[in-house]
Structures are given as structure tokens and as C-alpha cells.
């Protein structure tokens, strides 16, 4: 990329932060920040990380990702995506690098919408994830005005557990499984973000973007597309939120329209089917 040839990437160790290092590495010089040797959430160690290491950008993808987990853990999800990010920011304003961060869909809480959801409608989080991440876009624009705040949505892609994995497991396992299909969003290939997050963060203003695939669906059409992609024999039947009774809140409707990123550097994301596609292909898992 552009910027620099030294990069900073947070949660390298995860879905999004591992692909930006596949992308990246090979013609970059990397510091990768993770869990357990980096822990983002104090300000003295984050910082001296980061000042040690000089980078043109950082690249902070490291999250406490549990959805449901938060709504019991609420002192870790906000020290991690709320306090950790306040830290970043505040050390890339000192050193006058941009800092690119990864928000979530969940920050609307979909009561609202039935149509793709741009940058300028306003975010209404419900439950500690969302609260937390949103957390984390105040403290960005509080703190680092040189920002990308890159909102995306239902991640998979190699380097953690992911909805596509758990439900090639479980189909392989049982002959029914039961999907939410009362909660409508769009499946995001991690190896697709990270490209188009290095084009944005090359070219375009700074600024909040939405970069997830393109096209909606509900869980219950997800896991069918990949039980139906995969030839494995097994039943999906739809059910409700209610009946799955997570901890969580959940948006009912939030898919992400990509305003910012088409009427900037003109570029558009590829179908979430195409995707799925691709990342079954690549692991092998293509009927
Ligand atoms: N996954 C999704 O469906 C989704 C959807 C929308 C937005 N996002 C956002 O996209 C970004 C990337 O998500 P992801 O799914 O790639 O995340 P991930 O796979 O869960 O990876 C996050 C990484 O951050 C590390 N981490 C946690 N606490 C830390 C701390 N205090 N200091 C340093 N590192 C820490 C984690 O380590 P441990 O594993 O040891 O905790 C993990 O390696 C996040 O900001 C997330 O909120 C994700």
C-alpha cells in the first residue's frame, strides 16, 4: 500500500487481522499486536508498542468479538473495544499516523430499517457488543480525526471460528439443524474486506464507510446456501429469535449500504453468494 511500508495490525491473530497480514506481509514490514503478549487495553504498553515499531498506519481489527458472552462480560467488552481503541487513537493522533478501525452492523439496531442501511442513518446499538463497539467509533473520532471507521457485517474467513465453519460441522454431524430466520444481514468474505479496507485506506477520504458483501439474506438462507454449496445431507429448518433465545439483542434488519465507498473510489463489493462460493472453494469444501 501507499502509506507506508511500516504497518501496524491488531488482532492479527483473528479472521480480519490474519488476512491483512497474508495481504500485507509480503511487501511490508509488520508488527502484529495480539493477545497474549499485547494487551491493547493499557494505554503505557499499547503505546510504548507502538511508538518502538514507528508505523504509517495502524490497522486495529483486535475486538472482543463474543456477542453473547458481553451481555455478561460487560467490563471486558467495553475495556477491550472501547478503552483499547481510545488508547490507539490517542497514540496515533501523537505520532500523526491515520488509524483505520472495524466497527459492526450491529450498531443499528435494525428496529427501523427494511432497506440497506447507509453511513448518515443514525446508529441506535442495543445490547453490550454493539454499545461497546459503538464505544469505540466515539472514542476514534473523539481522539484521531485522521480515521476510516469501517463498519461491516456476519465475518467469516479462515483464523477463528466463523458461521459458515460451525455449520459445515454441524451438518456433517446431524441430519436437521435449526437457523434463525427472523434476523435479515449480509455475509462478509474476511480475504474480500481486507482487500478493499487497503484500497480505502490508500485513496479514499477519511471518513465512516460500509464495507460488507453485497445482496441480504437471513442465517436460515445462509446455512442453506452452504449446506446446499457443500452437497452435505442435511435438513435446515427456519425458526425465530425467540425460540433460539440468545443473551444478546440482535438487529431483525441490518444490511449495510456501501454509499460512501461507491461514491468515493467507485468501487463495489462482490455478492455474498459469489463469496461463499470462493471461500468453499479455497478450504476445499466445494460440492
Ligand atoms: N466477526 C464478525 O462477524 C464481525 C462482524 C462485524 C464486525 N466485526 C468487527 O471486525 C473486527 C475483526 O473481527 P474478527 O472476527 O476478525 O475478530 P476475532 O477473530 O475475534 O479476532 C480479534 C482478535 O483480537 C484479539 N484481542 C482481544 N482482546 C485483545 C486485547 N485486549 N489486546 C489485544 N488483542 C486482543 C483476540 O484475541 P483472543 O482470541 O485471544 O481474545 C483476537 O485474536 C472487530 O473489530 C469486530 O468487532 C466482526
Given at each position: 500500500m501507499n502509506r507506508g511500508n511500516y504497518i501496524t495490525i491488531t488482532g492479527h491473530k483473528g479472521i480480519l487481522g490474519s488476512q491483512l497480514m497474508k495481504l500485507l506481509s509480503p511487501e511490508h514490514e509488520i508488527q502484529g499486536l495480539d493477545l497474549p503478549e499485547n494487551d491493547l487495553t493499557d494505554l503505557k504498553s499499547a503505546r510504548r508498542a507502538v511508538l518502538k515499531f514507528e508505523p504509517d498506519i495502524i490497522f486495529h481489527t483486535a475486538a472482543y468479538t463474543d456477542v453473547d458472552g458481553a451481555e455478561s462480560d460487560i467490563e471486558k467488552a467495553f475495556l477491550v473495544n472501547s478503552l483499547a481503541t481510545r488508547n490507539l487513537a490517542l497514540t496515533a493522533a501523537e505520532i500523526d499516523i491515520p488509524i483505520v478501525y472495524f466497527s459492526t452492523d450491529?450498531?443499528?439496531?435494525?428496529?427501523?430499517?427494511?432497506a440497506p442501511i447507509n453511513e448518515f442513518q443514525p446508529a441506535a446499538p442495543k445490547g453490550v457488543y454493539a454499545l461497546s463497539k459503538w464505544g469505540g467509533e466515539e472514542e476514534i473520532r473523539r481522539y484521531q480525526p485522521k480515521h476510516y471507521i469501517i463498519r461491516t457485517s456476519w465475518l467469516y474467513g479462515a483464523g477463528g471460528k466463523n458461521f459458515v465453519d460451525t455449520i459445515c460441522k454441524l451438518a456433517s454431524q446431524r441430519d436437521s439443524l435449526n437457523v434463525i430466520n427472523d434476523q435479515k444481514g449480509t455475509p462478509t468474505f474476511a480475504a474480500d474486506l481486507a482487500e478493499e479496507t487497503i484500497r480505502l485506506a490508500d485513496f479514499a477520504p477519511y471518513g465512516t464507510y460500509h464495507i460488507s458483501g453485497i445482496g441480504s439474506c437471513s442465517w436460515y438462507e445462509f446455512a442453506w446456501e452452504i449446506v446446499k454449496l457443500t452437497g452435505l445431507h442435511c435438513k435446515i429448518y427456519p425458526i425465530s429469535t425467540w425460540e433460539y433465545n440468545s443473551a444478546a439483542p440482535r438487529p431483525a434488519y441490518s444490511a449495510l449500504d456501501h454509499l460512501c465507498l461507491r461514491n468515493t473510489i467507485g468501487d463495489n463489493m462482490p455478492h455474498w453468494r459469489d463469496s461463499l462460493k470462493k471461500y468453499l472453494e479455497q478450504t476445499n469444501r466445494l460440492k
Open positions: 450491529f450498531v443499528f439496531c435494525g428496529c427501523n430499517y427494511s
